[in-house]
């Protein structure tokens, strides 16, 4: 398996407005970057809708939003550099292989 873990890139922030400033988040991939990643967990992932996926275990990832505008845009949960889901808005979450595994019940 190759090694396709998230490597944050540092990022200069310009021209960031106040409202921004309150809710800095994971910015660090480029759209196209997140757009590769995101064709990537759909190539490799399977569809779990909203009930397969216990809360839980995604509040042990890390999340990236999708760079844009809109208010209820795509996830990307990651934890250790991994990607381990996408949430896509009212659709549900496509989930990596062997990657939800109860991590938050051994702990």
Same mark, same amino acid.
């Given at each position: 398996?190759?090694?396709?873990?998230?490597?944050?890139?540092?990022?200069?922030?310009?021209?960031?407005?106040?409202?921004?400033?309150?809710?800095?988040?994971?910015?660090?991939? %480029?759209? @196209?970057?997140? &757009?590769?990643?995101?064709?990537?967990?759909?190539?490799?992932?399977?569809? *779990?809708?909203?009930?397969? +996926?216990?809360?839980?275990?995604?509040?042990?990832?890390?999340?990236?939003?999708?760079? %844009?505008? @809109?208010?209820? &845009?795509?996830?990307?949960?990651?934890?250790?550099?991994?990607?381990?889901? *996408?949430?896509?808005?009212? +659709?549900?979450?496509?989930?990596?292989?062997?990657?939800?595994?109860?991590?938050?019940?051994?702990?």
């Amino acid at each position: 398996m190759p090694d396709i873990r998230i490597v944050a890139q540092a990022t200069s922030v310009v021209n960031v407005t106040p409202l921004a400033e309150a809710s800095q988040e994971a910015a660090f991939l %480029t759209p @196209e970057q997140f &757009s590769d990643l995101y064709e990537h967990i759909c190539n490799s992932s399977t569809f *779990a809708g909203f009930s397969a +996926v216990p809360w839980e275990e995604l509040g042990m990832c890390d999340v990236i939003n999708e760079p %844009t505008e @809109e208010p209820e &845009s795509t996830r990307i949960y990651v934890r250790d550099g991994w990607p381990v889901a *996408a949430m896509e808005f009212d +659709v549900g979450y496509r989930l990596v292989p062997g990657m939800i595994t109860n991590h938050w019940q051994q702990n």
